[in-house]
């Protein structure tokens, strides 16, 4: 029992499998997820295991299924995500399995490669398609540009050749050879001109414009246009632009050079025709073509579509399948097989009270194979520490991973976490104590708890969404105390509440009111009714605008002490029920007892000290014991401390608050110094007199093991943390001189540390009351009735700033100050966090994080 | 009609009913002449008489009243606008 407390108790069983049931009985476990294995054949490596090789094939029909699953997420089709979870198929339906991906994927490759043939070619006709298209119009204006070079010196022929242009329009033939004409007229030029056409992708255009210039020396013509609709790039599917190039030149010599730079360039070349009429006609049947084409493709999509949706419906189906029959081989590769070959034997770390149900699981599975030979379930004794497995609910999860991010609790160890549920959001709220931010973040956690199914079921990648959900009940309760706390500090968005009437009462009249700028309300006179505001502060302090903070420092600096010395004394309580479970005698007397009896003769005086000035002073008192003679509690405390004599009180007071403080004073701090060396050197000195004693009479076994800290070992040679070496008496001294020091400087700065309370819980305050005056009341102070709209704008920018600063800034910080104090000034009492965490073999777990348990099954 | 995406109509839809919640409660408590605000007010610094300052004080008090009721109001129309924005994009994601 107590569960809750401490972890689950745990036992190192053996399991003797039939190999024939072997499968059944680790898929039951598998659903179970209450069993963890450990790997019996450490030093085997992955490659000589016995079932290497339906690992293998199942790596293999998860490679086939992922990339089914790109193939599908590429197309975009929706996958079908029921969330169940299928049972581990039996091992002869993996064939089926495999067959099934075998024939999926090579469908789908093969539609993939015939959709790639098709895009190139669909490619390269659209490409002759646009070279067809831009040459008709390079061809139409480029004669003109050729020839001006050639007519320079004779502007009547370009004259009566332009003329001739327009009038020919339509018959390039016509014009190249009229340019020819032109040419073989000019005397000793008589040469052909030749022309390729092509498409380089537009990048590489001007450096293929360079590279033709300067190879050719200026002898080639270059023209180009631009492809304005991007073209696919059949193999991977992006968007690439393209241009139209035309080269002429003159010769053969030029055209092998033209081509081999062309091919340098990586530009696609296509014959182009001469004559415009078979350029119009290739034109035709290009078109053609790809129309055709363009069928084919929407038909091959239309296949290729088909399959996957089909393959979508069950592919989430699938990966489960796949996934939980590998990890069961892979389980299977952790046990060891014996002589006889007929059965595996494991070793597992078992729940102590899930042993039933492991056993009935067991069943379960060997009625599934149909064996007749039941499993054998051993217990074994180990000396080994177990590892630490605390059941958590979907409540205690979060607050137990809180505990367990600082370091997992070692075996059977108080576990902190129930306590943590009250105190966690208890110390946040007081940092944060605020009606309206408390309700803001209250009501955030309460939609994420009334939402949680639905929240729980879209699955997002966004880390800070996970933190916040995973954090959920956390968050609620840190908003319900938060409204607690600010109902006790009296605030909403920094301003007061005032519900039961105000206990203090003004009683100046009019002209005094008038004629002062400032005033004071005695506790002493009338002015206040003699009893407090019934709960938290008196909304009067609202419109005490110059001693506010004064008064709220005092209170709230003294409420964080007290909570952090009650917090302290609880955190070292906690360790007594450790030493007494662990059966630790020696540092329940040398450590636990001096650690409570310094912590409550100092710190615990000081608190006590404070309840008493609160209880004996007061303004309507008689003299010693007037609000003028009340002593400081920090001034009494360094006093008691350092023996120094007090400084003279004023007239009629008294240095002390009760008869005898001084000399209880000295005792207490006498007692206290004295714990000092008990805790030092009691457990060393004991430890060396028993181990001497064992040297003398070795069959006593009084062998008084010490860990590292505080519950270390067992004083009366329990079980336990058993059998390490004997630690040298020195770095027993060592040790416990580091852990005393800690310990009693601890107590004083851990202390103060508690202070954060206060100074964390005024800067939210003040932060709050500087967003409300520098923002929503500019907004209050417009006069007049556009004031309204002004308002509803302002109001607006508030709330942004409220829910950004004050609630997520602010309460990240007041977050991790709790957290510290918890991880340091509560657990460094008692929690030594030196376990290892309980991973059972869970089909559920592994399907969740699928990605990485595929890796570490390597 | 859709101007503003699931986000930020959805934003739109909690400052809305925090400003209506807030703003009626501030109105409420400017309407009986809460002490606590004072310091909201459009007040001058300096005042001739008491009852000057008391019918500038209790004048302030109203209309801020009012005010932060017609900010109120004019949170309904918003409040209106991006249930029908958050209605419509709610539609289109089920679609």
């Known amino acids: 029992m107590g569960s809750l407390f401490r972890s689950e108790e745990m036992a190192l069983c053996q399991l003797f499998l039939q190999s024939e049931a072997a499968y059944a009985c680790v898929s039951e476990l598998g659903e179970l997820g209450l069993v963890q294995f450990r790997d019996l054949n450490p030093d085997v490596n992955a490659f000589q295991r016995k079932f290497v090789n339906e690992v293998r094939r199942c790596d293999e029909m998860e490679r086939k299924l992922r990339y089914l699953e ?11 995500d029921t969330g169940e979870s299928p049972e581990a198929p039996q091992p002869r339906e993996m064939i089926d399995l495999e067959a099934t991906f075998e024939k999926l994927e090579n469908e789908l490759r093969e539609v993939n490669q015939n959709a790639e043939a098709l895009k190139r070619n669909f490619l390269e006709l659209t490409e002759l398609k646009h070279i067809l298209r831009k040459t008709q119009v390079f061809f139409d204006e480029s004669v003109p540009a050729v020839y001006k070079s050639s007519t320079s010196h004779s502007s009547n022929k370009y004259r009566r050749y332009l003329q001739m242009a327009d009038n020919q329009n339509e018959d390039e033939q016509a014009q190249l050879l009229g340019e020819e ?11 052909k001109l030749g022309f390729v056409a092509g498409v ?48 002429f030149f003159q010769g053969d010599q030029l055209k092998t050079r033209v081509k081999k730079i062309c091919e340098g360039f990586r530009a696609t070349l296509y014959p ?6 078979d350029r119009r006609e290739m034109a035709m049947g290009v078109m053609t073509r790809i129309e055709d084409l363009n069928t084919v493709l929407g038909q091959t999509q239309d296949h290729r579509h088909r399959v996957l949706v089909a393959a979508a419906k069950n592919l989430k189906n699938w990966f489960v399948k796949v996934r939980k029959i590998k990890a069961i081989y892979h389980t299977l590769n952790l046990f060891n097989l014996d002589v006889t070959q007929k059965c595996l034997i494991a070793e597992c770390w078992v729940p102590l009270l899930d042993i039933e149900t492991i056993q009935l699981a067991l069943r379960r599975g060997t009625e599934r194979s149909g064996s007749s030979v039941p499993p054998i379930l051993n217990r074994m004794q180990t000396f080994e520490n177990p590892p630490t497995y605390n059941r958590t609910n979907k409540f205690t999860k979060a607050f137990q991973a809180l505990i367990d991010a600082y370091g997992v609790a070692s075996y059977r160890e108080m576990n902190p976490a129930p306590y943590t549920i009250i105190t966690f959001p208890f110390l946040f709220a007081v940092m944060f104590g605020d009606i309206g931010h408390g309700a803001i973040m209250a009501l955030f956690g309460l939609w994420m708890i009334r939402k949680e199914k639905g929240l729980a079921a879209q699955k997002t990648d966004n880390e800070i969404w996970n933190i916040f959900f995973g954090g959920r009940y956390i968050i609620f309760l840190m908003g319900v105390f938060s409204m607690y706390t600010g109902l006790i500090y009296n605030d909403i968005f920094s301003k007061s509440l005032n519900i039961f009437g105000s206990h203090w009462h003004v009683s100046y009249n009019k002209s005094t009111v008038w004629n002062n700028k400032m005033l004071q309300l005695s506790p002493a006179t009338s002015d206040y009714e003699g009893t407090p505001y019934p709960f938290g502060m008196d909304p009067i302090w609202q419109v005490a605008t110059s001693n506010k903070i004064v008064f709220q420092n005092a209170y ?18 906690m360790s007594w029920h450790n030493h007494t479970y662990f059966r630790n005698r020696l540092s329940l007397i040398y450590e636990f007892i001096p650690q409570l009896v310094f912590l409550l ?42 023996f120094n004599t007090p400084k003279t009180p004023a007239q009629g007071c008294e240095v002390y608050m009760f008869w005898g403080q001084h000399f209880i004073q000295v005792v207490f701090v006498l007692i206290a110094l004295g714990c000092i060396p008990v805790m030092l050197l009691g457990k060393p000195i004991k430890i060396m007199q028993a181990r001497k004693l064992a040297n003398v009479q070795p069959i006593t076994g009084a062998d008084a093991e ?74 209050l102070n417009k006069e007049g009735w556009y004031g309204g709209v002004f308002v509803t704008v302002v109001f607006a920018f508030w709330a942004i700033l409220t829910v950004g600063i004050l609630v997520l800034m602010e309460g990240l910080s007041a977050f991790l100050h709790t957290l510290r104090l918890h991880w340091v000034e509560f657990q460094s009492k008692f929690y030594l966090g030196q376990g290892y965490a309980f991973q059972p073999f869970s089909f559920d777990s592994i399907i969740e994080n699928g990605g990485s348990a595929s890796g570490d099954a390597e | 009609m859709k101007i503003c995406g699931p986000k930020c109509s959805l934003c739109g839809l909690i400052i809305s009913v925090w400003g209506i919640v807030q703003l009626v409660l501030m109105g409420l408590f400017f309407y009986i002449h809460s002490v606590a605000l004072i310091e909201d007010l459009p007040l001058k610094e300096e005042y001739d008489s ?23 109001c004019i949170y309904v129309i918003t409040l209106l606008l991006s249930a029908q924005q958050f209605y419509m994009n709610s539609r289109v994601t089920a679609n």
């Open chain 1, 70 to 80: 790109k193939e599908i997420k590429k197309d975009g089709i929706p996958m079908l």
């Open chain 1, 181 to 191: 004409g032109v040419r073989a007229s000019q005397p000793g030029q008589n040469l």
């Open chain 1, 200 to 247: 380089i992708s537009r990048e590489k255009l001007p450096a293929f414009e360079r590279m033709l210039w300067r190879a050719c020396r200026g002898n080639v013509f270059l023209r180009q246009a631009m492809i304005e609709s991007p073209l696919e790039d059949p193999t991977n599917g992006d968007q690439v632009y393209k241009s139209v190039f035309i080269i």
């Open chain 1, 272 to 277: 182009c025709p001469e004559a415009p009429a």
């Open chain 1, 556 to 573: 709230k600096m003294k409420i964080s002490i007290i909570f952090g010395v009650l917090h302290m004394i609880f955190g070292v309580v």
């Open chain 1, 601 to 642: 003769l100092l710190f615990f005086y000081m608190v006590l000290l404070m309840f008493i000035k609160w209880n004996r002073y007061a303004a309507t008192n008689k003299m010693p014991y007037t609000e003028s003679c009340a002593p400081s509690i920090l001034i009494t405390f360094i006093d008691m401390v350092l």
């Open chain 1, 706 to 779: 010490v860990g590292g800290m505080s519950n270390g070992g067992g004083g009366g040679g329990h079980g336990g943390a058993g059998h390490h070496d004997e630690e040298e008496m020195s770095e027993i001294f060592i040790h416990q001189g580091i852990h005393t020091i800690e310990y009693v400087l601890g107590s004083v700065s851990h202390t103060a540390s508690y202070l954060r309370l206060w100074a964390l819980s005024l800067a939210h305050a003040q932060l709050a009351e500087v967003l409300w005056t520098m923002v929503l009341s500019i907004g």
């Open chain 2, 50 to 72: 008491l009852d000057e300052f008391y019918t500038a004080a209790n004048s302030a008090y109203n209309q801020n009243a009012y005010n932060c009721w017609i900010a109120a």
